[in-house]
């Protein structure tokens, strides 16, 4: 039981690139989400997703995109890469709506 | 102002020591209040989640919530130096995981 795994740990990007990160999980959770963490910010929800094929909004989505094809992945894409969006992000997901659970491990990202 | 204001720290304190992470809140609204352990790159995990107002213990940590003063305490007694790692505190007016406030962490040591 690897619990929630994300894909890459590290990235470095230039400024205009895009990038995919993957996340999974393993416990048959409904719900996962996405989310980014920044010095002296705490995190803050990018977007989320409460089911198979369904995606919302939410604090900060701008520059980001999301698909839920399967239940246990769930994708951020990035499609032009801008400095702002360095940080470090983390997927999470859970069985019910009442509280993000379980956390993966986190990519660091960072945008040249 | 932010929403959820958490003191950053660092607080170092000896082993064996009571140790106490506070957060204060303006939303009179929240009445889901949650505790994370972070440590250093890691995912956060949740340690405690409560709801209104009230103590809730488990094992050596204790959670506290005054809502008339808008205030929540984590208590750790017998701290370790395993216990060492940021603390977030988080809360939410809805059961809903996707309208969480996260605070932006208070950076604990224990010293052996």
């Known amino acids: 039981n690897a619990g929630v795994t994300q894909t890459p740990k590290f990235r470095v990007l230039k400024t205009g690139q895009s990038m995919t990160l993957l996340c999974a999980q393993d416990?048959?959770?409904?719900?996962m989400y996405w989310y980014r963490q920044d010095p002296g910010m705490g995190l803050r929800l990018i977007h989320y997703?409460?089911?198979?094929?369904?995606?919302a909004k939410g604090e900060v989505p701008d520059g980001y995109n999301v698909s839920r094809l399967k239940k246990q992945n769930f994708l951020l894409g990035l499609e032009s890469a801008a400095p702002s969006q360095t940080s470090v992000y983390f997927c999470?997901?859970?069985?019910?709506?009442?509280?993000?659970?379980?956390f993966g491990p986190g990519t660091r990202l960072t945008v040249t | 102002q932010k929403e959820v204001e958490q003191d950053p720290g660092p607080l170092s304190v000896p082993e064996g020591a009571i140790v106490s992470l506070n957060c204060t809140y303006s939303?009179?609204?929240?009445?889901?209040f949650m505790w994370y352990r972070q440590y250093s790159r890691k995912g956060p995990e949740l340690l405690m989640y409560?709801?209104?107002?009230g103590n809730k213990e488990d094992g050596r940590f204790t959670a506290q919530v005054d809502k008339s003063s808008k205030y929540i305490s984590l208590f750790i007694r017998d701290s370790q130096p395993s216990d060492s790692a940021t603390y977030l505190c988080?809360?939410?007016?809805?059961?809903?995981?996707?309208?969480?406030?996260f605070g932006s962490g208070t950076r604990l040591s224990i010293r052996p």
């Open positions: 997703s409460v089911g198979e094929g369904t995606t």
């Open positions: 939303n009179s609204a929240f009445q889901y």
């Open positions: 416990m048959n959770h409904e719900y």
């Open positions: 409560t709801y209104s107002s």
């Open positions: 999470a997901s859970s069985y019910s709506n009442t509280g993000a659970g379980y």
């Open positions: 988080a809360m939410t007016q809805y059961s809903s995981a996707s309208k969480i406030i």
